[in-house]
């Protein structure tokens, strides 16, 4: 496609239920990341892929968190037994580029998400 | 710790009152500081990228500037549509990631 695609862009569940949020890359990018935005706030990085190394985890708030990114390119964030902390905007973004030479970010619209 | 500070939290100006943004960070082997725009409910879109002191952007009426501790953007007679939140990012050796600031919120008014 021509832009970063996030699926769902709205997502309301219960506490303690499973969400899975979805991220479509730009094709052919390397680096994919995971921010969180809560209210008012900045983006608060989460994890990030960088072509076929491991994953950098380091902004996991918790083993609630996970994701993955199949083949180089779709990416899934899975939060399980969500809590009403976790209500925020979760964002995706590729790069071209990664490693030494990370350019800048595209970004999807975000998938709002509220626990109730 | 590394981190990304930007101030002022909120700018209200008026249309053509010109002013600066701040972006101060602590971080190790800078590789790239960025600026983005993000409008309400919207991801962030990408406006310049800054590698070493000394270097200058422009856009528009946008012009953002780096020096080894920070980097400022100037905004030149502002109009309404320029309001906006305006994030920093850094990628850095040091943690080999993007990290952000909380970003600054812009209005101005006609």
């Known amino acids: 496609g021509a832009g970063v695609s996030q699926s769902p862009s709205n997502k309301v569940t219960e506490k303690g239920k499973d969400v899975e949020l979805r991220c479509d890359p730009i094709?052919?990018?390397?680096?994919l990341y995971w921010y969180r935005q809560s209210l008012g706030q900045g983006l608060e990085f989460l994890i990030y892929?960088?072509?076929?190394?491991?994953?950098?985890k380091s902004g996991l708030p918790s083993d609630r968190f996970s994701a993955e990114r199949t083949g180089g390119s779709v990416s899934t964030l899975t939060i399980q037994r969500t809590q009403q902390e976790d209500s925020a905007v979760y964002l995706c973004?590729?790069?071209?580029?990664?490693?030494?030479?990370?350019?800048?970010?595209?970004f999807g619209e975000g998938s709002r998400l509220t626990v109730l | 710790e590394d981190q990304v500070t930007q101030s002022p939290e909120a700018l209200r100006l008026q249309e053509g009152e010109s002013s600066s943004l701040n972006c101060s960070y602590t971080v190790s082997g800078l590789r790239g500081l960025f600026w983005y725009r993000q409008d309400p409910g919207k991801g962030p879109e990408f406006l310049f990228t800054?590698?070493?002191a000394g270097e200058e952007k422009e856009k528009e009426r946008l012009k953002a500037t780096l020096t080894k501790k920070e980097s400022f953007l100037h905004i030149t007679a502002p109009k309404p549509e320029d309001s906006a939140t305006y994030l920093c990012a850094v990628f850095y050796t040091g943690g080999f990631k993007t990290i952000f600031g909380a970003g600054t919120r812009l209005f101005v008014k006609a």
């Open positions: 892929f960088q072509g076929n190394s491991a994953p950098d």
């Open positions: 800054l590698y070493s």
């Open positions: 973004a590729s790069s071209k580029t990664s490693g030494v030479n990370t350019g800048e970010l595209f």
């Open positions: 094709s052919g990018h390397t680096a």
